[in-house]
Structure formats: structure tokens, C-alpha cells
């Protein structure tokens, strides 16, 4: 996502992520720890990504160009139940009691990035946020021309997709991130044209400059921005 990406070129949040990231490295990985269902994936995910994550991100409000005086609080296993059908997400994120950031957590392997393929931006290399959305609702126009727009998706992402929809109904976060260990994929809906029919999907798998702690500090610093 250009707008995430371009948090990590300006120059003063790089060179506080670089001093950050030496400050909280992270734990050492269990050998005996086998990465299978939902519960394995959560108990690492706290503790190789989340809490490092968490200490760096409350380093970064405590700047006092950011947000000095405000906490973060994070959340697992938040229910909304009033006014609306029966919710629960996995993580929440906090800043001033606004909702920056939700995360669901899926068994490893879960997502299939060949079953989200289709969504994301046609030719968006080389363009901007705004064009690559503009793309997106053109091909979400015409699905919904002929009745099955969300054939933008299928197999398990489609399942994924209507069970994190309703995060955005109950919680308004403006990101939502789905992890699996493996893979993760951002949802932005709030970039998305008013009609919010489809969000804007970034993608990373972990390995060079994009690390998942890299993605989960972009979606944190985006999300307080716009929350």
C-alpha cells in the first residue's frame, strides 16, 4: 500500500524504527513450538510480534510530535453485542479509547494469496493510492453489473472476507489485518470510495523490508492518523 509505504520514507520515522527495532529485538523462537491451529499462532503471535510491536509503537506516541500523554491498550477477544448482531474479534487496538487498529488471527496457512489475487488493484505498480482504488471500484462496478461482486474472491477468502466485514460494521477500525503466521493481508476500508463495497487490500509475505513487524507498525502509525 503507497500510503503505508510511504510512513517508512520519510526519513524520521525510519531512522526511529531503525533505533527501535534494536531496543525490543525479538524473542528468540521455541524450537518445540509447533505452528498448527488458531491457538498456536495466537500464543506466538504475542510473543514474537505483538508485544516488540507494542513497545515500539508506544515509544513512537510518547514523541512529542505525536501523541504525548496518550496510551495505547490492547485488547484480545473483544465482543459488541449491543445494537447490532453478536461480534468478537481477536485483537483491538486502542489510543484514546478510538479503535486504531483489529486483527484476526487464523490457523496457519489459512489464507490462500491465490484466492485474494483477483482483489487486489489490476496494474497498480507505479501508481498512486487514490488510482489503484479507482481501479479496484471500476472492477467492482461491473461485478456488481452482473450481480456477484464478491467473485473478486472465492474459496476460503470469500468465508475470511464476510466474517471480518462485520469487525468494520461493529468496530470501525481502519485497518484490519488477517494473520495466519505465514501470510497477512491488510484491509483498508476506510480509503475506499464512500460506498465502502469493497476494501483496498495490501499484501506481504514477510521477508525482506516488509517484515510483519514492519506491516503491524505501518497499520498502528496509519491507523492513529486516521482514527
Not at 526519513?11 to 518445540?32: A, D, H, I, K, N
Not at 477468502?157 to 485497518?175: D, G, L
Not at 463495497?197 to 497499520?219: E, I, K, V
Request: charge should be neutral.
Amino acid at each position: 500500500m503507497n500510503r503505508l509505504a510511504a510512513l517508512f520514507n520519510n526519513g524520521s520515522v525510519t531512522t526511529f524504527l531503525q533505533s527501535s527495532e534494536s531496543s525490543y529485538p525479538v524473542p528468540t523462537v521455541e524450537r518445540t513450538h509447533k505452528i498448527d491451529i488458531e491457538g498456536d499462532v495466537e500464543r506466538a503471535l504475542h510473543l514474537y510480534l505483538v508485544n516488540p510491536v507494542n513497545l515500539i509503537f508506544e515509544d513512537y506516541l510518547r514523541r512529542p510530535s505525536v501523541r504525548p500523554g496518550q496510551s495505547l491498550t490492547c485488547k484480545c477477544q473483544v465482543t459488541q453485542e449491543k445494537g447490532m448482531p453478536w461480534s468478537r474479534v481477536d485483537m483491538l487496538w486502542y489510543v484514546a479509547n478510538k479503535v486504531i487498529l483489529a486483527m484476526e488471527v487464523k490457523r496457519n496457512d489459512a489464507i490462500r494469496p491465490y484466492e485474494w489475487n483477483d482483489a487486489l488493484p489490476p496494474n497498480s505498480a507505479g501508481l498512486t493510492l487514490q488510482q489503484q482504488v479507482q481501479q479496484l471500484q471500476q472492477v467492482v462496478n461491473l461485478e456488481k453489473q452482473q450481480g456477484d461482486f464478491v467473485s473478486l474472491i472465492f474459496g476460503k477468502a470469500e468465508k475470511i472476507m464476510r466474517q471480518v466485514t462485520k469487525y468494520f460494521t461493529a468496530f470501525k477500525p481502519p485497518n484490519i489485518l488477517i494473520f495466519d503466521w505465514n501470510n497477512m493481508i491488510l484491509l483498508d476500508i476506510k480509503s475506499a470510495p464512500s460506498s465502502g463495497d469493497f476494501p483496498h487490500m495490501s499484501q506481504t509475505d514477510g521477508s525482506g523490508y516488509w517484515t510483519f513487524r514492519r506491516m503491524l507498525l505501518a497499520a498502528l502509525i496509519d491507523g492513529l492518523n486516521r482514527a
